[in-house]
Nanobody, 113 residues
Framework: QVQLVESGGGLVQPGGSLRLSCAAS????????MGWYRQAPGKERELVGV???????TYGDSVKGRFTISRDNAKNVVYLQMNSLKPEDTAVYYC???????WGKGTLVTVSS
């Protein structure tokens, strides 16, 4: 009954912003590191960033300085704030819990005029 559900994807113009959410049920998110991944058509799945149990964050080079991961423990939700979006950011975005290898089903982000 453990589920991770991503939401917040959609169409955004280049240079715009979008916030994705990863809501958990059946498990407490803060017990493990949480990762955001993305996969664009024809490309390998890419690590976007990680938030640790202690709340520290790391990011992939392609999004560093533009994306921010945060967590609301009370709501059991992890967020991915995406700013200065580029067409190259177009992908399906997934959240994942490290350790147990729980994955969400993904949410599509399309960056286009």
């Amino acid at each position: 009954q453990v589920q991770l559900v991503e939401s917040g994807g959609g169409l955004v113009q280049p240079g715009g912003s979008l916030r994705l959410s990863c809501a958990a049920s059946g498990i407490i998110l803060s017990i493990n590191h949480m990762g955001w991944y993305r996969q664009a058509p024809g490309k390998e799945r890419e690590l976007v960033g990680v938030i640790t149990r202690g709340g520290n964050t790391t990011y992939g080079d392609s999004v560093k300085g533009r994306f921010t991961i945060s967590r609301d423990n009370a709501k059991n939700v992890v967020y991915l704030q995406m700013n200065s979006l580029k067409p190259e950011d177009t992908a399906v975005y997934y959240c994942m819990m490290f350790g147990m290898n729980y994955w969400g089903k993904g949410t599509l982000v399309t960056v286009s005029s």
